[in-house]
Every structure is written in structure tokens, then in C-alpha cells.
């Protein structure tokens, strides 16, 4: 079937400013709010990637029709993003809904009242006592930061299992269980020594000349 980009893009332009307001009065109360999530900024694409999925509550969204949300065209990673960066729980590939596994390019927002477990995860400290096992158990099994799940195929190539190692959030310091973070075996190669990951996986510093650079958060 045919997906008229144009048609979609023309409606949701024509009717957002009704769906934004009920999103909002949706969003007051809510648990996300209770727990110091934060809408996004006015006017941003980020903004209106989920207007368009809390439109679409408990329906699956294509990547490709977020891409054409605007008039641009362009990767529009920012379903991924407002989950595990923003904490709204927006399910992605790999993720099970409705006792099936979603597939790649494939988005659904459940509720401003569930909130991505990401979310929590850089909200509280580690238990040191936690063994490795237990760890991988709160990131769900997944690649912190990509979001590859251990045992499957990688998203990229499916000739390739994903195995979870330790990587470090800061490889200056030691690698003990408040330091790592389960990440696939293509992302602690790809990044080494090089970045410095907060809990939920996200690149906060980047290293230059042998100096951290500070990435500024949301």
C-alpha cells in the first residue's frame, strides 16, 4: 500500500494546533509530569514528532512517515530520543507490545501515565552490589546506548548477534559495577576510549586533544 506522505503531512499540519492543546491538558497530571518530565520546546520537531505519536496512542508509527512529517524530509531520530533521553515511553524495535516483538522503523507511544525505564535508570544510583547479570537485567538486556538487544540481530546486520559487554561510563576511572554500562560489542569498539556515557547510555563528553569536551544536555 501506497502512503501518501504529502496527504499525511498536509492534515497534521492543518489540524495541530487542536491535537498540541489536547496533548497538553493529557500531559497535565500525568504521570510524566509527576516525575519531572518536560514537554519539548514550542516549534521544534522534536514537539511535533510526538504530537503526532500521542495522536496515534497505542498505534504503530513508521519511521518513514516521521521523516515526512516535514517538509524537509529528513532522519527523524527523535522517537528514539524522546524515550530514552526525554523518558516518555515510546516503544521502539525489539520492544514487545501487544505480545509481539516490533520491528525495525517501527514506533508506539503507550501513555504520558508509563514512563521509559531509560528514564528511571539515570534518576537513581546503582546498587554496588548488584552483580553483572542483574545489571543487564535493568537495561533490559539492551546495548545502553544503541539499544541492540543481546542474543538478536543486529539492527544493521542480521548475519550478527549482539553480545553485551562492560563498558566503561567514564574510562578514566576504574571499571566497577557504578562505572559500567552494558554496551553491545560494536559500540564500546566503536567508541573505546573516546566518549563518556551517563547512566542512560547517553554521550555527555567526547575526548579532543586529550581534553573532555562537555556535550550540553537537552
Known amino acids: 500500500m ?33 516525575e519531572g518530565i518536560k514537554l519539548p520546546r514550542d516549534d521544534t520537531k522534536k514537539l511535533k514528532t510526538l504530537v503526532y505519536l500521542w495522536q496515534h496512542t497505542g498505534e504503530k508509527v513508521e519511521k518513514k512517515i516521521l521523516d515526512n512529517l516535514f517538509s524537509c524530509g529528513i532522519d527523524n531520530q527523535n522517537a528514539r530520543h524522546l524515550g530514552r533521553q526525554n523518558g516518555f515511553n515510546i516503544l521502539q524495535w525489539g520492544d514487545k507490545y501487544n505480545e509481539e516483538k516490533l520491528q525495525s522503523g517501527v514506533y508506539v507511544f503507550t501513555s504520558f501515565n508509563e514512563i521509559h525505564y531509560a528514564w528511571n535508570l539515570d534518576r537513581r544510583r546503582i546498587d554496588p552490589n548488584i552483580d553483572w547479570d542483574e545489571l543487564k537485567l535493568l537495561y533490559k538486556n539492551e546495548c545502553a546506548h544503541c539499544g541492540n538487544i543481546e542474543g538478536e540481530s543486529y539492527k ?43 547512566t542512560q547510555g547517553l554521550i555527555t563528553h567526547f575526548k579532543s586533544d586529550n581534553e573532555w569536551i562537555s556535550i550540553r544536555k537537552r
Open 2 to 34: 501506497t502512503i501518501n506522505f504529502e496527504e499525511i503531512r498536509r492534515n497534521f499540519e492543518n489540524d495541530y494546533l487542536d491535537i498540541l492543546n489536547s496533548m497538553k491538558k493529557d500531559f497535565e497530571g500525568s504521570q510524566a509530569q509527576n
Open 156 to 198: 544493521f546486520d542480521e548475519n550478527k548477534d549482539v553480545i553485551i559487554v562492560k563498558g566503561h561510563k567514564n574510562p578514566d576511572l576504574p571499571l566497577n559495577i557504578e562505572n559500567i554500562i552494558p554496551l553491545c560489542l560494536y559500540c564500546n569498539r566503536h567508541y573505546q576510549n573516546k566518549v563518556k556515557f551517563n
